[in-house]
């Protein structure tokens, strides 16, 4: 709790292009939490590093996202947006949990595995402890809600494991975080391969709604998506190109799935997908649009990355030192 309110921490890495799945699954829901709770939102540029980046690449998207964070709707005055690496304490806390968490567990992974498989040319260290740098990243603001995709939740469960098991030997030092996900837009799959999800690192374009397309990329790519030859919108298993598709539009304004194939009945996909694309470009658009306002305002940002990083700093700090006396450190003479 801080000032009576429960704790939110989230974040998102600085690789690769945002998707709309990126926004459906966890961006939009961050917003709507942020009067609710406490909110740290985090750009996590430590996480980027398990796979090999350009530097000034790197640096440039990682001011795109906190930008993208604030123009999707995030106050930076009341949030707490800032980066992973403007925080110490989270690669300390990182290697005392490293301490506390099993090989065995993290094999389990199946981003690590995925990941592994992708980039058989690096599987460093990093990539194997990332959900352990993950579970500090939690716990070190306390968190009480963390809302992610669904793709993100077994590395809440470790965390929450891994805090349990601390808690076991150590009395109550940390928040067991509860994981959040939105009704809508918790898996938004590929849109050539719906069996797969929505991802920044798909190699094909089309697979994916990037933030920053313009209107004529999103409704061109929502003309191509894969569908089926059964011609009828209907929210089923059966039909996940159908599904993914009204799952996006479900997300986008609001309906139920229901309503919306009662609003699509007897009409061809041709119609549908045109409806789907322009509910996304009204979502996107605005979020554009502020995108690009916000980026002139280069010291109205760099005052809010300095101001933030601090506060994170003081909550973190705060943590840590509990941490490190619970296990055995000598305390700092003051
Ligand atoms: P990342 O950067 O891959 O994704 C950011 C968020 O977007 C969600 N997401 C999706 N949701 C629905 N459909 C999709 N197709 C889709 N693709 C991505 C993810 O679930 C996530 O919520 N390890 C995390 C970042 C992280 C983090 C944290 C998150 C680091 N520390 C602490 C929460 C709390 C990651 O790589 O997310």
């Given amino acids: 709790m801080?000032?009576?309110k429960k704790v939110l921490f989230s974040g998102m890495q600085a690789t690769g292009n945002l998707t709309l799945g990126n926004y459906l699954g966890a961006l939009k829901n961050w917003v709507t939490m942020?009067?609710?709770y406490e909110c740290f939102y985090c750009v996590v540029d430590e996480h980027s590093i398990t796979i090999r980046q350009d530097p000034a690449e790197l640096r440039k998207r990682?001011?795109?996202?906190?930008t993208l964070y604030i123009a999707a709707g995030l106050d930076p005055e009341k949030n707490c947006i800032y980066y992973q690496s403007h925080v110490s304490g989270h690669a300390e806390l990182a290697w005392i949990l490293n301490c506390y968490t099993y090989m065995g567990e993290l094999n389990r992974m199946t981003q690590f595995k995925d990941k592994s498989a992708k980039h058989a040319d690096n599987i460093n260290a990093g990539l194997f402890t990332y959900p352990v740098l993950m579970a500090a990243d939690i716990l070190l603001y306390q968190?009480?809600?963390?809302p992610v995709g669904i793709d993100q939740m077994q590395h809440l469960e470790i965390t929450r494991d891994i805090a349990q098991r601390f808690n076991s030997i150590y009395g109550d030092v940390f928040t067991i975080p509860e994981g959040y996900l939105g009704k809508v837009g918790a898996k938004i799959m590929s849109l050539q391969d719906p069996t797969k999800k929505m991802s920044k690192s798909d190699?094909?374009?089309n697979a994916s709604i990037y933030l920053m397309d313009d209107p004529d990329t999103i409704?061109?790519?929502f003309k191509r998506a894969v569908t089926d030859s059964e011609a009828c919108v209907r929210y089923t298993d059966e039909q996940p190109g159908v599904k993914n598709l009204i799952d996006i539009y479900a997300a986008c304004t609001g309906k139920l799935p229901t309503d919306i194939e009662h609003e699509f009945s007897g009409k061809g996909y041709g119609d549908f997908k045109e409806a789907v694309g322009e509910s996304?470009?009204?979502?996107?658009?605005p979020v554009q649009d502020r995108v690009a306002q916000l980026s002139n305002d280069k010291s109205y940002i760099d005052q809010?990355?300095?101001k933030n990083a601090e506060k994170a700093d003081y909550y973190a700090t705060k943590t840590l030192r509990k941490v490190q006396h619970k296990i055995g450190f000598p305390d700092r003479i003051r």
């Avoid at 968190?143 to 963390?146: C, F, I, L, N, P």
């Avoid at 996304?280 to 658009?285: I, Q």
């Fill in 2 to 4: 801080i000032d009576g």
């Fill in 143 to 146: 968190a009480d809600v963390v």
């Fill in 203 to 205: 190699e094909n374009p």
């Fill in 280 to 285: 996304v470009v009204s979502v996107l658009k």
């Fill in 34 to 36: 942020s009067d609710e």
């Fill in 304 to 306: 809010m990355i300095k």
């Fill in 219 to 221: 409704m061109r790519k």
């Fill in 62 to 66: 990682a001011r795109a996202l906190l």
